[in-house]
Protein backbone atom coordinates (compact mmCIF):
# COMPACT_ATOMS: atom_id res chain seq x y z
CA UNK A 1 0.00 0.00 0.00
CA UNK A 2 1.00 3.43 -1.06
CA UNK A 3 1.77 6.23 1.85
CA UNK A 4 4.51 7.54 4.26
CA UNK A 5 6.51 6.03 7.02
CA UNK A 6 8.32 8.03 10.00
CA UNK A 7 11.25 6.47 11.99
CA UNK A 8 11.78 6.20 14.57
CA UNK A 9 8.23 6.19 16.51
CA UNK A 10 9.85 7.34 19.45
CA UNK A 11 13.57 8.71 20.38
CA UNK A 12 15.33 9.58 23.13
CA UNK A 13 18.44 11.68 23.21
CA UNK A 14 20.41 13.62 25.24
CA UNK A 15 20.38 17.63 25.12
CA UNK A 16 23.01 19.05 23.23
CA UNK A 17 22.73 16.04 20.29
CA UNK A 18 21.92 16.03 16.87
CA UNK A 19 18.85 13.77 15.86
CA UNK A 20 17.50 12.63 12.36
CA UNK A 21 14.10 12.01 11.77
CA UNK A 22 13.26 9.71 8.64
CA UNK A 23 10.10 10.87 6.23
CA UNK A 24 9.76 8.69 3.27
CA UNK A 25 7.18 8.25 0.88
CA UNK A 26 5.94 5.71 -2.42
CA UNK A 27 2.79 8.21 -2.86
CA UNK A 28 5.18 9.65 -5.94
CA UNK A 29 4.21 13.01 -4.51
CA UNK A 30 5.59 16.25 -5.08
CA UNK A 31 5.70 18.28 -1.99
CA UNK A 32 6.52 17.02 1.13
CA UNK A 33 6.19 18.50 5.17
CA UNK A 34 7.37 19.06 8.18
CA UNK A 35 5.43 19.76 10.94
CA UNK A 36 5.71 20.19 14.99
CA UNK A 37 3.29 19.29 17.14
CA UNK A 38 3.13 20.28 21.03
CA UNK A 39 1.02 18.49 24.02
CA UNK A 40 -2.80 20.26 23.49
CA UNK A 41 -1.94 22.45 20.64
CA UNK A 42 -2.23 22.52 17.00
CA UNK A 43 0.39 21.51 14.00
CA UNK A 44 2.73 24.40 13.57
CA UNK A 45 4.94 23.97 9.66
CA UNK A 46 8.54 23.78 10.38
CA UNK A 47 9.93 23.05 6.61
CA UNK A 48 8.74 22.48 3.20
CA UNK A 49 10.06 20.98 0.07
CA UNK A 50 7.88 21.62 -3.16
CA UNK A 51 10.15 19.50 -5.43
CA UNK A 52 13.85 17.77 -5.10
CA UNK A 53 16.53 20.40 -4.46
CA UNK A 54 14.45 22.59 -2.79
CA UNK A 55 12.93 23.76 0.21
CA UNK A 56 11.93 26.51 2.39
CA UNK A 57 11.95 27.47 6.19
CA UNK A 58 7.97 27.57 7.56
CA UNK A 59 7.08 29.23 10.48
CA UNK A 60 9.22 27.65 13.32
CA UNK A 61 12.16 26.28 11.25
CA UNK A 62 15.21 27.68 13.98
CA UNK A 63 17.50 24.67 15.37
CA UNK A 64 16.30 22.61 12.36
CA UNK A 65 17.23 21.29 9.14
CA UNK A 66 16.29 19.31 6.14
CA UNK A 67 17.29 17.64 2.90
CA UNK A 68 15.56 16.87 -0.21
CA UNK A 69 18.23 14.97 -2.66
CA UNK A 70 15.76 12.28 -3.86
CA UNK A 71 11.57 12.56 -4.45
CA UNK A 72 11.07 9.83 -1.71
CA UNK A 73 12.93 11.36 0.96
CA UNK A 74 12.86 14.33 2.79
CA UNK A 75 14.89 13.57 6.60
CA UNK A 76 14.63 16.33 9.23
CA UNK A 77 17.54 17.31 11.35
CA UNK A 78 16.66 18.30 14.90
CA UNK A 79 20.01 20.41 15.86
CA UNK A 80 21.59 21.51 19.19
CA UNK A 81 20.13 24.91 18.58
CA UNK A 82 16.55 23.94 18.94
CA UNK A 83 16.03 25.29 22.24
CA UNK A 84 13.15 22.93 23.53
CA UNK A 85 13.60 19.88 20.88
CA UNK A 86 10.95 17.70 23.28
CA UNK A 87 7.45 16.73 20.80
CA UNK A 88 5.55 15.03 18.10
CA UNK A 89 6.90 15.38 14.99
CA UNK A 90 5.23 15.06 11.74
CA UNK A 91 5.60 14.54 8.31
CA UNK A 92 3.15 14.92 5.25
CA UNK A 93 2.99 14.71 1.76
CA UNK A 94 0.70 15.96 -1.44
CA UNK A 95 0.68 15.64 -5.14
CA UNK A 96 0.40 19.66 -5.60
CA UNK A 97 3.51 21.74 -5.44
CA UNK A 98 3.21 24.58 -3.26
CA UNK A 99 1.06 25.27 -0.17
CA UNK A 100 -0.77 28.03 -2.70
CA UNK A 101 -1.45 26.13 -5.83
CA UNK A 102 -5.16 25.20 -5.35
CA UNK A 103 -6.38 21.90 -3.68
CA UNK A 104 -3.23 20.28 -1.93
CA UNK A 105 -4.66 17.31 0.19
CA UNK A 106 -1.92 16.14 2.85
CA UNK A 107 -1.49 12.92 3.58
CA UNK A 108 0.37 12.41 7.10
CA UNK A 109 2.52 9.80 8.46
CA UNK A 110 2.18 8.02 11.91
CA UNK A 111 4.36 10.60 13.39
CA UNK A 112 7.92 10.27 15.66
CA UNK A 113 7.77 11.23 19.06
CA UNK A 114 11.14 12.72 20.46
CA UNK A 115 12.67 12.97 23.91
CA UNK A 116 15.22 14.56 25.07
CA UNK A 117 16.16 14.15 28.28
CA UNK B 1 -1.97 33.52 5.71
CA UNK B 2 -5.42 33.04 6.55
CA UNK B 3 -6.40 32.34 10.64
CA UNK B 4 -9.36 29.84 11.45
CA UNK B 5 -10.81 30.53 14.65
CA UNK B 6 -12.84 27.10 16.38
CA UNK B 7 -14.84 26.18 19.54
CA UNK B 8 -11.77 24.42 21.49
CA UNK B 9 -14.37 21.88 22.31
CA UNK B 10 -17.80 20.25 21.75
CA UNK B 11 -20.37 16.85 22.90
CA UNK B 12 -22.16 15.17 20.74
CA UNK B 13 -24.40 12.30 21.28
CA UNK B 14 -24.10 9.16 19.44
CA UNK B 15 -25.99 8.85 15.96
CA UNK B 16 -26.72 12.48 15.60
CA UNK B 17 -25.64 14.57 13.38
CA UNK B 18 -22.10 16.78 14.89
CA UNK B 19 -21.62 20.16 13.51
CA UNK B 20 -18.44 21.83 13.90
CA UNK B 21 -18.21 25.47 13.11
CA UNK B 22 -14.93 27.09 11.40
CA UNK B 23 -14.15 30.68 10.85
CA UNK B 24 -12.12 32.09 8.46
CA UNK B 25 -12.94 35.61 7.93
CA UNK B 26 -9.49 36.65 6.10
CA UNK B 27 -9.44 33.71 3.08
CA UNK B 28 -8.40 34.76 0.05
CA UNK B 29 -10.35 34.37 -3.25
CA UNK B 30 -8.10 30.44 -4.29
CA UNK B 31 -7.93 29.04 -0.89
CA UNK B 32 -9.46 26.21 -0.31
CA UNK B 33 -10.77 25.04 2.90
CA UNK B 34 -9.80 21.71 4.51
CA UNK B 35 -10.57 19.77 7.15
CA UNK B 36 -8.65 17.11 9.14
CA UNK B 37 -8.78 14.89 12.07
CA UNK B 38 -6.90 13.64 14.57
CA UNK B 39 -6.99 10.76 16.94
CA UNK B 40 -4.77 10.66 20.06
CA UNK B 41 -1.02 10.58 19.45
CA UNK B 42 -1.84 9.83 15.25
CA UNK B 43 -0.91 11.49 12.03
CA UNK B 44 -3.94 13.79 11.14
CA UNK B 45 -6.33 12.26 8.60
CA UNK B 46 -7.75 14.36 5.95
CA UNK B 47 -11.86 14.60 5.89
CA UNK B 48 -12.67 16.82 3.26
CA UNK B 49 -11.79 20.19 1.46
CA UNK B 50 -13.86 22.79 -0.46
CA UNK B 51 -13.23 26.40 -2.22
CA UNK B 52 -17.30 27.81 -2.75
CA UNK B 53 -19.24 24.84 -3.07
CA UNK B 54 -20.77 22.78 -0.66
CA UNK B 55 -19.06 19.21 -1.14
CA UNK B 56 -19.98 15.75 0.52
CA UNK B 57 -18.50 12.50 0.39
CA UNK B 58 -18.49 9.35 2.30
CA UNK B 59 -17.44 10.92 5.84
CA UNK B 60 -19.16 14.13 5.68
CA UNK B 61 -19.98 16.94 4.70
CA UNK B 62 -18.72 20.64 4.01
CA UNK B 63 -20.97 24.01 3.87
CA UNK B 64 -19.25 27.36 3.12
CA UNK B 65 -21.12 30.64 3.29
CA UNK B 66 -21.35 32.36 0.31
CA UNK B 67 -18.97 34.89 1.57
CA UNK B 68 -16.55 32.41 2.28
CA UNK B 69 -15.79 33.56 5.69
CA UNK B 70 -16.78 30.64 7.35
CA UNK B 71 -17.69 27.02 7.39
CA UNK B 72 -19.45 24.13 9.01
CA UNK B 73 -18.07 20.32 9.14
CA UNK B 74 -21.08 17.73 9.77
CA UNK B 75 -20.73 14.16 10.48
CA UNK B 76 -24.37 13.25 9.47
CA UNK B 77 -24.62 10.38 11.86
CA UNK B 78 -21.36 10.77 14.86
CA UNK B 79 -19.98 7.34 16.19
CA UNK B 80 -17.73 6.70 19.15
CA UNK B 81 -14.77 6.35 16.78
CA UNK B 82 -15.47 10.02 15.35
CA UNK B 83 -14.04 11.40 18.84
CA UNK B 84 -11.29 13.26 17.84
CA UNK B 85 -9.46 16.81 17.00
CA UNK B 86 -11.02 18.39 13.98
CA UNK B 87 -8.81 20.84 12.22
CA UNK B 88 -10.48 23.31 9.89
CA UNK B 89 -7.56 24.87 7.81
CA UNK B 90 -6.65 27.19 4.79
CA UNK B 91 -3.91 25.92 2.50
CA UNK B 92 -1.28 24.38 5.34
CA UNK B 93 -1.32 26.69 8.68
CA UNK B 94 -3.18 24.21 11.38
CA UNK B 95 -4.96 26.44 14.10
CA UNK B 96 -5.91 24.76 17.68
CA UNK B 97 -9.23 22.92 16.22
CA UNK B 98 -11.72 21.66 18.35
CA UNK B 99 -11.98 18.56 20.16
CA UNK B 100 -15.41 16.65 19.58
CA UNK B 101 -16.23 13.79 22.25
CA UNK B 102 -19.27 12.11 20.92
CA UNK B 103 -21.26 10.37 23.76
CA UNK B 104 -22.72 7.17 24.34
Known amino acids: DGGITQSPKYLFRKEGQNVTLSCEQNLNHDAMYWYRQDPGQGLRLIYYSQIVNDFQKGDIAEGYSVSREKKESFPLTVTSAQKNPTAFYLC????????????????FGAGSRLTVL | DAKTTQPPSMDCAEGRAANLPCNHS???????VYWYRQIHSQGPQYIIHGLKNNETNEMASLIITEDRKSSTLILPHATLRDTAVYYCMPTATFGSGTQLTVLP
Open chain 2, 26 to 32: TISGNEY
Open chain 1, 92 to 107: ASSVNRGLLSGANVLT
